[in-house]
């Protein structure tokens, strides 16, 4: 018990220099702009939940592969993002998706086959584009949640 005493002050000012040092710079989360983030709004956040997050996750790995209804938001956006990298075109395809779903416009047949085609959902335009750019600024998931998007867990199918 007697060397308690000389551990305490140590003991004290580590803590106290590792949380000067270790603390994160207040600018950089405060600002997300400077680093080119684009943070959703509540209400964004709150349509995807309400709207699309019935049926889809955001990410990878949210639910059991055996509870999963559609692919995870995250994987819709890499097909979309790569053959539709212009953000005007990417909100327009996916908004068009979404009021009429056909097997010939899919950009994931695989997830057609795996969980059957998307319904219609009828939407206001002004709620889908919200929506679609939400999906378009989704932030992205950790490196441990994008490799399970490997071997066609996030609903290609193969
Ligand atoms: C009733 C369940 C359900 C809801 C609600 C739902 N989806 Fe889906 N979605 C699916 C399923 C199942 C698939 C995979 C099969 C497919 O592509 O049709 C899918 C696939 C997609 C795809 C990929 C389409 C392709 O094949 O190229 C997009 C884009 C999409 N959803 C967007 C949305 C958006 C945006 C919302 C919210 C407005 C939404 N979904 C809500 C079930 C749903």
Known sequence: MKYVQFLILPGFLL??????????????????????????SPAQENLLKIRCYVCHTEKPGEVPENQM???????????????YPDKTVFVQRIKEWVKHPEKSKSLMPGAIKRFGLMPALPYPDEELTRIAEAIYHLPKPSLMQRHRCGGGRCGRGK
């Open 15 to 40: 803590s106290w220099l590792l949380s000067v040092f270790l603390k994160p710079n207040p600018e950089t989360i405060t600002r997300p702009s400077r680093l080119g983030i684009v943070v959703l």
């Open 69 to 83: 209804k559609a692919p995870p938001m995250w994987g819709v956006r890499m097909h979309y993002i790569r053959r």
